[in-house]
């Protein structure tokens, strides 16, 4: 079946630094792929969107990249501040299909 | 932007009472809703699909007769948990897909926090 995994279910890093989140796929060939943040209590929020003929987005300090040989997405926050902590959810998608969430990844940025 | 309400915010009931909860578009027309439940710690799970003007698709293992969906008009869809227990108890999300946008572009609510004793 589809499945979306996200590298890890919590991230720490310090202020300033870039976080670096890994969303890999497996028996799936989404059309593209989308990250999310949701704060507690929160529904989600779209980030950005990447089809899978893109090898890179960006948007102020977000960046992703996807990358269809490895089955993976990389999600990028450099200069990454404290207002940064939420939980970063991969999804994917195809033309006509609905969403396949990953279980997300809780970032924790340190002053 | 898009946005996309839901109300209640949260609801406590008791155990064999049913509850609904509705999803609004609020600046843009959806004829595709979507509606979620997450479990603490857990990612979000697709539970239907609600088209309007016709019956919801359901995700397999969701039944549709516990969670009536309804999508009356292109800005509202509202979901009923029918007679329900305390494993109903969760963070309940609907989405909306803009008819005029994007067909990748969903837009989320707030979600439902749903609590049964």
């Known amino acids: 079946s589809q499945k979306i995994e996200q590298n890890s279910e919590a991230l720490n890093i310090q202020e300033g630094k870039t976080a670096t989140l890994t969303c890999n796929y497996t028996n799936y060939s989404p059309a593209y792929l989308q990250w999310y943040r949701q704060d507690p209590g929160r529904g989600p929020v779209f980030l950005l969107l990447?089809?899978?003929?893109?090898k890179e987005k960006r948007k102020e300090r977000l960046k992703v990249t996807f990358d269809t040989t490895l089955k993976q997405s990389l999600f990028h926050i450099t200069a990454s501040q404290p207002a940064d902590s939420a939980t970063y959810l991969c999804a994917a998608g195809g033309y006509g299909q609905n969403f396949v969430f990953g279980p997300g990844t809780r970032l924790s940025v340190l002053p | 932007g898009a946005v996309v309400s839901q109300h209640p915010s949260w609801v406590i009931c008791k155990s064999g009472t049913s509850v609904k909860i509705e999803c609004r578009s609020l600046?843009?027309?959806?004829?595709?809703m979507f509606w979620y439940r997450q479990f603490p710690k857990q990612s979000l799970m697709l539970m239907a699909t609600s088209n309007e003007g016709s019956k919801a698709t359901y995700e397999q293992g969701v039944e549709k007769d516990k969670f009536l969906i309804n999508h009356a008009s292109l800005t509202l869809s509202t979901l009923t948990v029918t007679s329900a227990h305390p494993e109903d108890s969760s963070f309940y999300i609907c989405?909306?897909?803009?008819?005029?946008?994007?067909?990748?572009?969903?837009?989320f609510g707030p979600g439902t926090r749903l609590l049964v004793l």
């Open positions: 600046d843009f027309q959806a004829t595709t």
């Open positions: 989405s909306a897909r803009d008819v005029g946008g994007a067909q990748e572009t969903q837009y």
């Open positions: 990447i089809r899978e003929n893109e």
